[in-house]
């Protein structure tokens, strides 16, 4: 189960993280280094200490925190480092009513691109233009599919901001209590890629 609902916005300020690859080096004999990608994307993670969220937001991280049940159901994050669609390009239109198309984001470097579906949009934020003029559409906050009526062959661009699907990396959120005022745990996040 997933529930809709973002973690408090300003408890993911005391998070770091980001995406993570997996990728399996192998030294050969000729001493060169054969390197193989063991996934097609990135899985974002992200950890805090308790000491690094504020006091007052410390009772949200345990009322998130048992309300998921730890692991076992995930929740919205926003990640501050990269929260924003900017004009980004979804596709070419086929025309007609109901056309429909997945939000993404694409991350570009030379000739190589990585492409990362947007499946949670912050759906009040999201804009949709056909060539650059704004088309009237729907946007399903839950899955990032958009819904709206197209001419043929033109570009489809969205704008607007997202929330990454993530659930806690442990079943124990185990808190030291140094004294009254020192708290502190581990933290970790990753995303839920079942959401």
């Known amino acids: 189960m997933f529930i809709e609902e973002r973690l408090l916005d300003i408890v993911a ?7 993570t690859y997996n990728t399996t080096r192998v030294e050969l004999f000729s001493g060169l280094v054969s390197r193989n990608a063991e996934r097609a994307r990135p899985l974002y993670k992200y950890a805090a200490s308790y000491e690094s969220v504020e006091t007052e937001h410390h009772d949200t ?10 692991s076992l159901h995930g929740f919205r994050f926003k990640d501050w480092a990269d929260y924003i669609l900017l004009n980004s390009v979804l596709g070419t ?3 007609g009513a109901d056309e429909t198309m997945q939000l993404i984001k694409t991350y570009t470097f030379g000739g190589e691109s990585t492409i990362r579906a947007i499946v949670k949009p912050v759906d009040t934020t999201i804009n949709i233009m056909e060539d650059g003029i704004p088309l009237s559409s729907v946007t399903d906050p839950t899955t990032g599919i958009v819904t709206f009526t ?3 062959g033109k570009v489809i661009t969205a704008t607007g901001e997202f929330d990454v699907p993530v659930m806690f990396d442990d079943d124990k959120l185990e808190i030291s209590l140094v004294n009254w005022r020192a708290h502190s745990t581990d933290i970790g996040l990753s995303e839920d890629l079942t959401a």
Do not use: H, L
């Open 13 to 19: 300020y005391g998070f770091s993280g980001g995406p």
């Open 61 to 70: 991280i345990i009322q998130t925190y048992n309300a998921c049940m730890g």
């Open 93 to 95: 239109a086929v025309g």
């Open 150 to 152: 197209s001419t043929v």
